[in-house]
């Protein structure tokens, strides 16, 4: 496996848990950061089952340093840490990180090139600052449910962890675009995001309907909800979604479905008529596609040149050629667990790489090796350990 070194230059002090904070961390890993995951040393109980698929998913390409933050000892270790260090990455409530000492202003003393990284619930000010943030929350409070599921059914979640997942992407981002004007500043700052914020600016054109046109969008179930047609059909044996983009795919779908005449349709006519007329054109569409299979459809589909695809099962999409020619599962070797699948790095580069290197670390695994590259000799390691700091 070739090792991937966009970002080897760059060493992360990871202090996350649960998820947002190390899908952050994960993309800077990924591409080769030393990325150093600081853990208390009686491990993190709300982190999962550490030789589970999820934290092994969230954590690989890292390597694993126990501290005990609570400990002043400890404080002081992590601070000569961060006068060698690019950039730190936490996830606590707001107000944790000033009790313990370890807030920005405190760490930017130590090295005012330290790109530090936050996420929140609901951000580091404001009147619910201190509110634990959960993603199901953020889902709600920002505007995803209402627009999930079926017309009158009732707010729905996301079946991912969709505000805890794009508030790290975001995060990612931010600590990217720090770095990059640290080149030309030579000064690091303080990255702030939210769960609530990430959730709301990725409803995209959704939000848009509300903050320009004042227009508050609804359920639309398994269809787009400006474009019509265009949505998930039944099927002899399961569903199949269909988007003709444009006329001229509208009229090529009108005949593959044997029904040329719609194109001519006043009710059907061009995209406006559509968007009116959704619910009968998309009963009528129904109607047809529940004669075939979805393999069927895909395939006249798209030798029509239609967008369309299958609604797969999980074991479906990773049986698929063109994802198993993507890449998107790599195995890595765990000391105890042997070959395990983990979810690739989706992007693609000309000439760097990003790859699945090591499975997750376990617990404190690289303590000695982290610390001894840091400056501190032998004797000082037994003492941190001795007062269990480390």
Not at 67 to 82: F, I, M, N, S
Not at 126 to 152: C, F, H, K, N
Not at 192 to 203: E, M, R
Not at 258 to 285: K, M, T, V
């Amino acid at each position: 496996m070739p090792s991937a070194t966009a970002l080897s230059r760059f060493t992360v002090l990871d202090l996350t848990r649960v998820r947002s904070g190390p899908t952050a961390v994960r993309q800077l890993a990924d591409w080769g950061a030393d990325v150093i995951k600081i853990e208390p040393p009686g491990g993190d109980r709300i982190g999962g089952n550490r030789d589970g698929s999820d934290f092994q998913n969230l954590h690989r390409n890292k390597r694993s340093l126990t501290l005990d933050l609570k400990h002043p000892e400890g404080v002081a270790v992590l601070k000569r840490l961060v006068r060698s260090a690019d950039v730190l990455v936490e996830n606590f409530r707001p107000d944790v990180k000033d009790r313990l000492g370890i807030g920005y202003a405190d760490l930017a003393a130590e090295n005012p090139r330290l790109v530090y990284a936050s996420i929140s619930g609901y951000g580091q000010d404001g009147p619910y600052r201190m509110r634990p943030g959960l993603d199901q929350i953020a889902q709600g409070m920002g505007g995803l449910m209402s627009i999930t599921g079926e017309v009158g059914g009732g707010p729905v979640r996301a079946g991912i962890a969709v505000a805890d997942s794009s508030a790290g992407l975001y995060c990612a981002l931010g600590i990217l675009t720090a770095l990059l004007e640290r080149e030309q500043s030579g000064q690091g700052q303080w990255i702030q995001t939210s769960l609530l914020q990430a959730q709301i600016a990725l409803l995209d054109f959704q939000a848009a309907r509300w903050t320009m046109d004042h227009e508050v969008p609804p359920q639309i179930g398994n269809h787009h909800p400006t474009a019509s047609p265009m949505g998930a059909f039944p099927t002899a044996d399961g569903h199949v979604n269909i988007a003709p983009i444009g006329e001229a795919m509208w009229r090529r779908l009108c005949g593959v479905l044997g029904h040329p005449e719609w194109a001519e349709d006043p009710r059907f006519a061009d995209q406006p008529a559509r968007s009116r007329n959704r619910h009968d054109l998309a009963e009528a569409i129904a109607a047809v596609t529940r004669t075939r299979n979805a393999a069927q459809w895909v395939e006249a589909l798209n030798a029509a040149e239609i967008a369309c695809g299958p609604v797969y099962t999980m074991d479906e999409v990773f049986s698929d050629p063109q994802v198993q020619h993507l890449g998107m599962a790599e195995t890595v070797e765990h000391p105890r667990l042997g070959p395990i699948g983990l979810v690739a790095q989706p992007i693609r580069m000309s000439r760097s790489e990003g790859h699945v290197r090591t499975a997750a670390p376990d617990l404190g695994a690289q303590s000695d090796a982290i610390l001894n590259a840091f400056g501190f000799d032998a004797q000082a390691v037994a003492d941190l350990r001795e007062k269990r700091v480390i």
